[in-house]
């Protein structure tokens, strides 16, 4: 019996493999999951552009300058004072400005602005009159920031949207979307048991979610480092848990759209509408810091953000509802977060058993 | 003699006027919306927050009349702008679910039961059959939206006098401007998503998509990329960055209002062009 | 009883509307037709034998198995349903195979059983074919070999005839009729009157969600009594016929026809006008021929559901 099952577990998935990745309804999805890429592809290009020209400012410079010369220069300081301290600036802008001096004439004021660089960092001085108006000093490279950056980026955008509308649309198809094209009837008249049936059809949205998201996760994991320089790819993968942390994004990737799917095809079974609980399964989603402890636990978001491998920081002066959302208050452990998302998709999956059993055709209320 | 030309005539009263007859669509498309009680109770519900604000502007002018009996100390409601800039909003937002619930029915029907055709042999052009179809949701939409904010204003306007009202009567221009702006976005994307897929429940899940996850890369990209570029895929903040201007309420923002306009403007276009590759009257299967 | 296809007391609404209500029936081996106008019930009749629905009221027996257990049901049942859709971007032998394959054959297996199906309906030039790209026709003629192609002992077919040149309807019929000549169960629903009465073994006339009638035509007409039997004869003497029926107080009417070669009967007892036969013969009058007018679906239609029909 189990192996009949296997079988025709497999047939169910080859048949939803040719619905889901190939057909032309579904590439949206794929643009889901490739937003992200872009993103960080863009980022990985600017961030070398950046070195690039970080490093021609070095050589062009008149001395080899540390960070704190660039910190050195302060608001009182002359031009003089800045070419004493730091050499010739290797990049200078010269500038004009008329201003008002009363009585109906004009003053030209010659301005300049220097462009610094150590090598990781630029400094960004602005003159007026040959006197220091404005010093900005700029971090280049800053893995922790980076590693911030990216933790927010997976945590805020690509679970919370990306993966959720991704799995939206692929599970939420699986049984809605057969109703709408009157197909349906086509696995229901085949002598295969209907949970049987939910169960292939729910592994292979599992399958495809997990091979469009994780591998798209994983591409932007190798963007973000690829951006760092060799040195620090080093430092952040063996000594900074950077594997680690890449396995666990990967994980909690596959995680959530275990959770989203399940959710969303019972929602597809049980909903002639699914939105409704779809946009019901965002708020909830967003809402979940603000929930009491006992109705936190049924959300999937809860579970995952216990795994995320890096906190977010919450910026000074933030508003203590938003801090609210940023900050994980009250994280579980990882095993039980795992647990709790299997645990919750198992029962969701088991309603949705119940209800497959009852399910009946009838197109024309659709 | 083939049996149906001896009693067959072919109709030779007047006419409807040509211009007219778009309203055939909006009225056909408009009865069918108010089939559902959700989307019934919805749209009364849109009415609790006006409501809410006519009360607040007459506590407002009855409160600063207590004041000065000395019954309450000071003026605590104050009528501006602002006020006209929270109430556009919060029937912004509803307008939006509003949208959401009842814009993709409108043309994705006619896609999958094959009706584009039955419409545009008839001596009606895709421009008709898409105004026709705008026109429920920019009706419907008014009537939760700018006609409700001008009766407010002309409540405030009554009580608080002359002096007031020229004072402010920029305020009801760009009520009307905000809101219509606001009107057409969403009657063009969810026109343009109901007829780029077949499926009314997929048109909606677009919609909430394209809002949603449009303002989260918006976001995404900014901190990725320390830039404020990424305020372009946000329509929300478009939209926000639009009103700011026009209810002049002077918050701080990444755009200014005409990279905002243009950016609005370059949005609706692609709606346009989604419109006009779909709305056909043939279809090519593959 | 595990030899027949059993309705308890079933009833169906779909919300306020009827779909059947309080079937009784008990279908053995053979062909049966449902007939009935649209919105009989007759697609609900199958839907809730197949466990596409579930009655309302009452309880459904398949042989052995009920609708409820899809897994054992469709072991032995074949259903070709009135859903003119497919699955997307299958083509015609791989909407067959797949099917097979759902079923948890293997492969090769799965294959040989398609095409076994697909050639049988005459479709093996066009199988690899997409089913987006198929004919009407074709579509019916794919979905009769889906239904066909595990050998079912119970098949189940809406309006299978629908859309099929008389060639390819004549070879179905063929194909029905060998199907139940191995005491299998084929139960069709049909419009086309005359073919279900060349085919059918028993109907089941439905009308507004009621079984009017079921069983053998014959039978069936037996027993309306309103309507009297209606009987033709072609005689070389009709009026001398007639007058002799006219002495039978069963009689109730006599047309000659316009050509003097014959009359119509209408008699409220057809089986003494057979009785009076011999004698008619034998008083020297040249018969050619004698036939039931209305012995047949279509005539039981129009007494049964025809005037319903006319009053809704």
Redesign the interface.
Known sequence: MTRLWWNQIRSVIRLEMKKTFFAR?GL?IYL?AL??LL??T??SI?SSRQQARRQRLVSQGEKKLMYRDLLAVRSDMTSEEVIALLGRPPSRFHWNEQTPSGNDSFVVVPHESYHYSDGSGDLYVELANGKVTSVEVRDGYNRGEDSV?FA??FQ??YL???VF?GC??IF?NLF??EI?DKSLHFYFLAPIRREVLMVGKFLAGLLATCVIFVASELLQIILFISSFTPNAQDLYLFHYHGIGNSVAYLGITALACLGYGAFFLAAGMLFR???LP??GI?IWEALNPFLPALLQKFSVIYYLKALCPVDIPVPPGTPPVFALLVSNSDPVSPPVAILGVVLMAGLVLYVSTLQVRRMEINYTTE | MAVYRRTYTSYSGPLTPAWSRWLVLFRYSRSSLFRSKLQTGLFVLCFFYPLVCLLTIYLAHNLSFLAKLGAVGGQILTIDNKFFYYFVNVQGVLAFVLT?FMGPGLISPDIANGALPLYFCRPFSRAEYVLGKASVLAILLSQIMWIPGLILFAVQASLAGSAWTWDHLWIAWSLILACWIWIAILSLLAMALSAW?K?R??A???L??VL??GA??G???N???RTQLGHFLDVVYLMSTVWNGLFRVGDKRALSSLEAYLALSAFCAICLALLIRKVRAYEV?R | MNDRIVFQDVSKFYGEILGVNRVNLSIPHGVTSLVGPNGSGKTTLMNLMTGLVRPTRGHVQILEYAPDEPEKLFGILGYSTQFDSFPKGLSGFQFVSSYLRLAGQDAKTADDLAWRAIERVNLAEAAQRSV?SYSKGMRQRIRLAQALCRNPRVLVMDEPLNGLDPLARAEMIALFREVAADGRYVIISSHILHEVDAISDQVILMSNGYVVAEGQIHSVRNEIQEHPAQILMRCNRPREVAAKLMMSEQTIEVRIHSDEGGLLLKTRDPDRFYLMLNQIALSGIDIESVAPADDDVNSVYEYLIGNDEVVR
């Open positions: 309804r949206w889901l937003l992200p993103l960080f863009g980022h600017q950056i927010g980026v805020f955008f919370r949207l990306a509308f939206l649309g939420m809605r979307g709408l509408n699914p939105i779809a946009a965002l | 959401a897929v499926w429940i997929v909606g899940a677009l909430l998509a949603f996850f989260g890369f976001q995404a990209v901190v990725v990329m299967v | 987006a």
